[in-house]
């Protein structure tokens, strides 16, 4: 049985050769916690955890000029 309290080493994802277009983008997390205790302990779970990453970069489509599924970035419409 695993429990909160039971320390777990921590995995590093890193991208050196990414493919990733430089600009702004939107970094979404949406995490849940579960865990019950259940009158019969065989029906109890802890430390049940869901993590949902989502990463876009806007875009903005023009009709008049671009093909479809072709869009640009709105960081390369800002002026830095």
Do not use: M
Request: charged fraction near 20%.
């Amino acid at each position: 049985e695993v429990r909160a309290t039971q320390d777990f080493p921590q995995q590093r994802f890193s991208f050196p050769q990414s493919d990733l277009i430089s600009g702004n983008w939107i970094f979404e997390v949406e995490a849940r916690g579960y865990g019950i205790t259940a009158p019969i302990d065989q029906a109890s779970f802890y430390d049940h955890f869901d993590t949902y990453v989502t990463i876009t970069k806007p875009c903005v489509v023009f009709a008049e000029s671009h093909d479809e599924g072709e869009c640009t970035y709105l960081s390369d419409l800002q002026s830095e």
